[in-house]
């Protein structure tokens, strides 16, 4: 009887004890499988970081290989700048020694004797003679400014500043706009009718030259833009318009140490072109005199013929422009007056200041900050506060100015 009794017991035991088992069992697969899943969760969280980081540094290589491809190009555009300059030095220093041979021949190294102050006078105003007849016989001119008749306003663009100018050889057509006092892309324009209509100023081309500028005195000549190198005292650039390359510079000794017009304070050499070719203006210190110092120079190498010392000063000048051969100054007040030419020098002796009363031009009240002569049209291109301005001249022949006897 208490056998039958305890049986069930026994089993219930034994039924409860698989029971507990089974479920120990169950919770401990239940553990381990979180604990696997704990770790596939890392897992997967460190495969994220490391595609994240495997991403940033490929992002940063890109940059990288970026910077140094861009450093590559300067470096090579430096290396081909370098090279370009050194051919520049290696042609002058050729052309420096042919000219040093030439002098030798002509002038055989003498013993050392005692030379007579007044024949070697005579002997410098003999050349200064000869080379005035030089520049006489090879003008195609000889036309003297004596009035400013009117005025025309063509356009008013860009800033208070700046330069607009038409080459009077090739191309003249074209209208070339190098807005401000600094910059390094000018603006070609077709022709005047391109420049004053919407539709044509569309159509008009930005060149980027390879250095900026300085001031506002640059000229277009013969399909070359003429222009002082920003930065550099007196380093003058010929950069060719059709092929977008530098192909000639030179350096202007003497200038750039003050502004060529005291009242044009942001131009320090003043170019200029005329009948007879291309010219620079620059001035001298005040402790020097002031003066306005006036240099031919050849278009096609970059050389200095000659420079005169003029007896016109930069004191209250704004401008100044060539005109066969004979320098016009251009004054006017600080705030803004009625502009006058007041002083003249004619390179060639023919005509002085005193032949020609003050020329003042239309009734306009302003400051220009460029005047440039066009010889092929014989007019005056300006910029006036930003406007865009042409000035036609009255002319008579030089010698005319003079009494015959």
């Known amino acids: 009887m208490v056998d039958r009794i305890q049986l069930p017991r026994l089993l219930m035991f034994l039924f409860l004890t698989q029971s507990f088992g089974e479920a120990q069992r169950m919770t401990q697969d239940a553990l381990l499988m979180q604990y696997i899943e704990r770790r596939i969760m890392l897992l997967e969280d460190r495969l994220e970081k490391c595609n994240q980081d495997m991403n940033k540094y ?30 520049v030095v290696g042609s002058r220093i050729d052309r420096i020694e042919k000219d040093i041979d030439y002098l030798e021949t002509l002038q055989p190294t003498q013993p050392c004797v005692e030379v007579d102050e007044k024949l070697i006078e005579e002997q410098m105003q003999q050349a200064e ?23 025309k306003i063509v356009k008013k663009i860009g800033a208070n500043q700046g330069s607009w100018i038409k080459d009077p050889s090739r191309d003249f057509q074209k209208i070339y706009i ?27 081309k930005r060149v980027t030259l390879p250095f900026a500028w300085q001031g506002t005195g ?20 010929k950069f060719d318009i059709r092929n977008g390359t530098v192909k000639d510079r030179m350096l202007l000794q003497g200038a750039g140490r003050v502004p060529a017009y005291q009242l044009s304070p942001y131009t320090f050499i003043d170019l200029a ?28 190498n970059l050389a200095v013929e000659h420079s005169w010392d003029t007896s016109c000063s930069s004191k209250g000048a704004e ?21 006058h030419v007041q002083c003249l020098y004619d390179v060639t002796d023919v005509v002085t200041t005193a ?22 049209e014989h007019q005056l291109y300006a910029w006036d506060e930003g406007y865009q301005t042409i000035y036609k001249l009255i002319t008579k022949k030089k010698l005319e100015s003079r009494p015959s006897f």
């Open 129 to 151: 003679e000869k080379r005035k007849a030089k520049l006489r016989m090879a003008a195609d001119c000889d036309l003297l400014l004596i009035g400013i008749k009117s005025l």
């Open 218 to 237: 640059h000229v277009v000549y013969n399909g070359y833009l003429y222009f002082h190198r920003n930065g550099t005292l007196n380093q003058i650039v």
């Open 58 to 87: 490929v992002r940063e290589f890109r940059d990288f290989r970026k910077e140094i491809t861009v450093r590559l190009d300067r470096l090579n555009i430096y290396k081909t700048e370098f090279k370009n300059e050194m051919e």
């Open 273 to 300: 072109v005329d009948e007879q070719g291309l010219w620079s203006i620059h001035a001298e210190p005040d402790d020097r005199g002031g003066s306005i110092i006036v240099t031919k120079i050849d278009h096609n």
């Open 178 to 204: 190098l807005s401000g006092i600094n910059g390094d892309v000018f603006t070609e324009f077709a022709g005047i009718k391109a420049f004053t209509e919407s539709a044509g100023r569309k159509l008009a």
């Open 319 to 339: 401008a100044a422009f060539m005109i066969c051969g004979t320098l016009y100054v251009v004054y006017n007040t600080r705030h803004g007056g009625r502009s």
């Open 355 to 376: 032949d020609v009363p003050s020329l003042y031009f239309p009734k306009r009240y302003g400051k220009h900050s460029m005047i440039h002569y066009n010889p092929r």
